[in-house]
């Protein structure tokens, strides 16, 4: 079993939409999570992240954390045709005292003028 | 302030041939974590090195190591190139790599292998 699942999609919405993205983990021990933007032919961009469970919210961002069910989400309000791009969630894991990542496979959205 | 830097951006090798990859870190920071982006998957750790030392290494061969200089610069190296080695190969730093610390990614290198 992967440690992070995330449907690739792609997926494609009208602008305005509200876009929901999400991703499952399968180590409860796991406290940090994060969403990574990444254009194309571009690295990675930090988001969001969240500690434990709960809601974060960030302008047209909220990144939504559910620990009982291993399940974490973004959802974008009034999407734009910007907010194209793939999208990775991610868990801050330990190996050997280093922090590595573990990301999801990344969902491609497109949002449609 | 710049941010991570990578070169080159794209480069083509053929099968068993040698590559190095090189990365600058965001002023201020000591660690760097490469990580490799096949086409269509997220990014998977290799490595990361703090203070010049490697400190954790994922699921990768002995063909991928990796060294950092005084000034916190890292180059990435590949030996044997197989044709599944083709990727984007991303470069992170951090203040020191720890846990609470945010990894800042540079726009990658993109290798091909023939």
């Known amino acids: 079993q992967k440690e992070v699942e995330q449907d690739p999609g792609p997926l494609s919405v009208p602008e305005g939409a509200i876009v929901s993205l999400n991703c499952t983990y399968s180590n409860s021990a796991f406290q940090y999570f994060m969403w990574y933007r990444q254009y194309s032919r571009k690295g990675p961009e930090l988001l969001m992240y969240t500690y434990s469970s709960g809601n974060k919210e960030d302008g047209r961002f909220t990144a939504q954390v559910d620990k009982s069910s291993k399940y974490i989400s973004l959802f974008i309000r009034d999407s734009q045709p910007s907010d194209s791009a793939t999208y990775l969630c991610a868990i801050r894991s330990l190996i050997q005292g280093a922090q590595k990542l573990v990301f999801g496979q990344g969902t491609r959205l497109t949002i449609n003028p | 302030d710049a941010g991570v830097t990578q070169s080159p951006t794209h480069l083509i090798k053929t099968r068993g041939q040698h590559v190095t990859l090189r990365c600058s870190p965001i002023?201020?920071?000591?660690?760097v974590s490469w990580y490799q982006q096949v086409l269509g998957q997220g990014p998977q750790f290799i490595f990361q090195y703090y203070e010049k030392e490697e400190r954790g290494r994922g699921n990768f061969p002995d063909r991928f190591s990796a060294r950092q200089f005084p000034n916190y610069s890292s180059e990435l190296n590949v030996n044997a190139l197989l044709l599944g080695d083709s990727a984007l190969y991303l470069c992170a730093s951090s203040l020191k790599g720890g846990t609470l610390d945010t990894q800042y990614f540079g726009p990658g290198t993109r290798l091909t292998v023939l």
């Open positions: 002023s201020g920071h000591k660690s």
